[in-house]
Nanobody, 122 residues
Framework: QVQLVESGGGLAQIGGSLRLSCAASGRSAGSYAMGWFRHAPGKEREPVAFVNWRPTNTRYADSVKGRFTISRDRDKNTVYLQMNSLKPEDTAVYYC???????????????WGQGTLVTVSS
């Protein structure tokens, strides 16, 4: 079992930045790929960004490419999502996930965090 604890959500201005963190603990936590999904009100849940366990590979949704950067600290079993140039459409609950790396999807989630709310407003 792997536990995921997110932090770093909150309120940001349009064009601003936030950094999300997700700390993983539990058996074999460090051997899984990790990443982020988000779920906005009235929309379907969507993948955001993923990184494999090494970390050598990343995947980004087209909507965040060039603005978001995912990174991973293997020593701390923590993944980060640096979000820059935030837009109102980035407003969502962001969920940390871990699971098997998938060449097409990024991560096939097995474990989910509780979610952290990001609100982008003027």
């Amino acid at each position: 079992q792997v536990q995921l604890v997110e932090s770093g959500g909150g309120l940001a201005q349009i064009g601003g930045s936030l950094r999300l963190s997700c700390a993983a603990s539990g058996r074999s936590a460090g051997s899984y790929a990790m990443g982020w999904f988000r779920h906005a009100p009235g929309k379907e849940r969507e993948p955001v960004a993923f990184v494999n366990w090494r970390p050598t590979n990343t995947r980004y949704a087209d909507s965040v490419k060039g603005r978001f950067t995912i990174s991973r600290d293997r020593d701390k079993n923590t993944v980060y999502l640096q979000m820059n140039s935030l837009k109102p459409e980035d407003t969502a609950v962001y969920y940390c996930v871990s699971g098997a790396w998938d060449l097409r999807l990024g991560v096939r989630p097995t474990y989910w965090g509780q979610g952290t709310l990001v609100t982008v407003s003027s």
